[in-house]
């Protein structure tokens, strides 16, 4: 007679989690971290340059001259819009804010895989602190914008004032996106190169080089709407239309068609901030364990 040997069931417990999004809760530390972790990438971005902080100005103002010459001398794309310059500087300058942000949030966490491994933090100071270091460098670039809008003689108003919440309103949606594709790339890693077309497209889908408000735009109304539904034009529009606005630049509103139409972007501001927060919450505990 065998007698079959007794299976063991190995009893491991409750499994254990990682550090979440947001750690202990304790506000102050967050902060310090995330903005520790920004400093130091800014400060490392220009270590042994000789120019250090030219070349954070040199390549939005690169492509400034680039796109300038090329559409005010070859096309005479800007010829009925006022202070074009400026307009395209800013734009450019803008953009490049949210591009900046969210392509360096992709792999800000993979990046970081040492320090994740090994040391116990709140997960979202990584993402937001590519969004602070991408303001780092927004706030260098929009010194020589202002210089050279002020060399453009646009009038200085009041209404730049309104610029500010623009600005918080960009960052709010930069900041939802890099939450969202920083933790989908932990376990997607095709999530970069998509990025990197969805980047190229919205450029063109921006009103940048354009605006929404030209005779090509208005003509076709479904294409006007369609460009309208992006969240950056809303933005740039109104951010123009605040720089310029006593010289016939429509509000967002105006150009969108009415104000029922900016809630679609609005809702999409809203929604990606809310869907990356839920998401890179989710993930967080298992960040580790999945790199």
Not at 58 to 67: A, D, S
Not at 98 to 111: K, Q
């Amino acid at each position: 007679m065998t007698v079959e040997p007794a299976t063991i069931e190995p009893r491991f417990g409750r499994r254990i989690k990682g550090p979440s999004a947001f750690g202990d809760g304790d506000l102050r530390r967050f902060v310090h971290l995330a903005r520790t972790l920004a400093v130091t990438d800014w400060k490392l971005r220009f270590f042994g340059s000789v120019l250090g902080y030219v070349w954070q100005l040199m390549r939005p103002l690169l492509l400034f001259g680039v796109l300038y010459l090329v559409f005010t001398h070859v096309f005479r794309f800007g010829d009925d819009v006022d202070y074009y310059p400026a307009v395209l500087l800013m734009n450019v300058v803008l953009y490049t804010f949210f591009a900046e942000a969210t392509m360096g949030a992709v792999g800000s966490v993979v990046d970081r895989e040492n320090l994740v491994r090994k040391i116990q933090f709140p997960r979202m100071v990584i993402p937001l602190s590519v969004v602070l270091t991408a303001a780092f460098n927004f706030a260098v670039n929009f010194l020589a914008v202002f210089v050279f809008i002020i060399a453009q003689g646009v009038p200085i108003t009041w209404h730049w004032l309104w610029l500010v919440p623009l600005l918080a309103i960009l960052a709010f949606f930069c900041t939802g996106v890099a939450m969202l594709v920083s933790a989908l790339f932990v376990r997607f890693r095709d999530v970069r190169p998509i990025w990197e077309v969805v980047l190229q497209a919205l450029f063109y889908a921006t009103p940048i080089i354009y605006v929404v408000s030209s005779p090509q735009i208005s003509e076709h109304t479904h294409l006007r709407r369609l460009i309208n539904l992006n969240p950056l034009t809303s933005i740039l529009t109104q951010a123009r239309h605040e720089l310029i606005g006593a010289h016939g630049a429509p509000t967002a509103a105006a150009a969108a068609g009415s104000w029922a139409w900016l809630l679609i972007p609005a809702a999409i501001v809203v929604g990606s901030f809310a869907l990356g927060l839920w998401y890179f919450n989710r993930e967080a505990p298992r960040i580790a364990e999945e790199l």
